[in-house]
């Protein structure tokens, strides 16, 4: 029976239709191919690598860290869509889940979840601090929130704010954020 679910968790862990991810603090210690191939990788080109290489920049790897944190230590939970880089360097919208095995230091063991949505969300060119502020906004979250995730002021936030919606040419968040994500508004 022991042997049986054993091979039944493997199974299930292997061939998950989304990429699957260990990690202790930050750094990749088991995944499963899914995972290895959303990102253009083979599975043992990842083990014991930072994830910071998976980031289109290394600003937005210590960022990601930093908004997700305290969602990890409050609910041991933490869920949002991002911008990550493959191996060839192109950019893609995936949706990250996690779970912390260790809430009081929440990136010590953790699992995440990640699922490619290039097909339904293409990749539009937004600098750092522009993807940064959609991300916070398909959130839900208001501009003084996201000045105060960022470090900037609510003015910033607004005229980053602005700039994407006069670039979409968008008469509001929701327009904006169909727009980026492909979707008819």
């Known amino acids: ?5 054993t091979t039944l968790r493997d199974l299930a862990f292997d061939h998950a239709p989304v990429g699957i991810v260990l990690t202790e603090n930050r750094i990749i210690r088991e995944c499963n191919d899914t995972f290895a191939q959303i990102f ?12 910071a290489f998976l980031y289109p920049t290394y600003e937005e790897f210590l960022r990601i860290r930093d908004v997700g944190v305290e969602p990890l230590r409050r609910t041991n939970q933490y869920s949002d869509e991002r911008i990550m880089a493959r191996k060839d360097q192109s950019l893609f919208w995936c949706r990250v889940r996690g779970h912390s095995f260790t809430r009081d230091e929440p990136l010590a063991r953790a699992v995440w979840s990640f699922a490619d ?33 960022l470090s900037i002021s609510p003015r910033t936030v607004e005229a980053h704010r602005a700039r994407l919606l006069k670039k979409y040419c968008a008469s509001n968040v929701a327009e904006l954020l169909a727009s980026l994500s492909g979707m008819p508004h």
């Not at 253009?40 to 994830?51: I, K, N, T, V």
């Not at 940064?132 to 501009?143: F, K």
């Open 117 to 149: 949505l290039s097909a339904s969300r293409p990749i539009v060119q937004l600098t750092t601090r522009e993807r940064q502020i959609v991300m916070h906004l398909g959130e839900g979250r208001t501009s003084k929130e996201i000045a105060r995730l």
């Open 40 to 51: 253009g990788y083979g599975r043992e080109e990842l083990l014991d690598q930072s994830f």
């Open 1 to 5: 029976m022991a042997i049986q679910e």
